[in-house]
């Protein structure tokens, strides 16, 4: 089982950048994968990206790697976003969660339905 928090949202401008926190805590942190989703108010949730134990990453898309880094410190039970260039459109609330795969530590799943534990989520908007 796993607990995670999420924090480093807030309002901010167009153009600018902006890294999100996520603190993890548990007994084997290395048995999840860790994502960031985002849901803007009126549209579904959407995977951003994801990381493996092993430091593999996956985006939603190709055109997100330009703009949104992830990385994990597992020395620390840490999992951040970088969120380069910040667009109106990226206003959202941003959600961490663990996906259980035990020794899979290359498997990274996309859905939202394979992450069993979620943060409480954390606000960004976006101004002109």
């Known amino acids: 089982q796993i607990q995670v928090v999420e924090s480093g949202g807030g309002l901010v401008h167009t153009g600018e950048s902006l890294t999100l926190s996520c603190a993890a805590s548990g007994r084997t942190f290395s048995s999840y994968t860790m994502g960031w989703f985002r849901q803007a108010p009126g549209k579904e949730r959407e995977f951003v990206v994801g990381i493996s134990y092993s430091g593999q990453n996956r985006h939603n898309e190709d055109s997100a790697k330009d703009r949104f880094a992830i990385s994990r410190d597992n020395a620390k039970n840490m999992v951040y976003l970088r969120i380069n260039s910040l667009k109106p459109e990226d206003g959202a609330v941003y959600y961490c969660?663990?996906?259980?795969?035990?020794?899979?530590?290359?498997?990274?799943?996309?859905?939202?339905?394979?992450?069993?534990?979620w943060g409480q989520g954390t606000l960004v908007t976006v101004s002109s």
């Open positions: 969660a663990a996906a259980f795969v035990g020794g899979s530590h290359d498997l990274i799943p996309p859905s939202s339905g394979d992450y069993e534990y």
